[in-house]
């Protein structure tokens, strides 16, 4: 077995196309959204609009208030930070 290429496609290449087309599609959406978040949670972390709502971390703001999971926080922040220190 290829770990980069499932039996089944394997099996059916001619359907990988197809069947890809409506994976890609709402991924590239979703990368659109988090591009879009990640842009206003750098304006939010620069002001430090977070403090002036209770919350004592960017991290914790996206954890209590956009109700994201811990390491899905702590993803959003490293994100953020990285573009910040690109711009």
Excluded: W
């Excluded at 077995?1 to 001619?14: A, G, K």
């Excluded at 890609?24 to 972390?45: G, M, Q, Y």
């Excluded at 919350?55 to 811990?70: D, E, I, K, V």
């Amino acid at each position: 077995l290829s770990i980069t290429q499932p039996r089944f496609f394997r099996s059916h290449p001619q359907n990988l196309p197809n069947i890809l087309q409506n994976y890609i599609e709402p991924a590239d959406r979703v990368h659109l959204v988090e591009k879009t978040l990640v842009s206003v949670l750098r304006d939010i972390d620069r002001e430090r609009v977070y403090t002036q709502m209770g919350y004592n971390s960017l991290r914790g703001f996206c954890q209590h208030a956009l109700r994201f999971n811990r390491q899905q926080s702590q993803r959003l922040v490293t994100k953020v930070r990285k573009s910040d220190a690109a711009s």
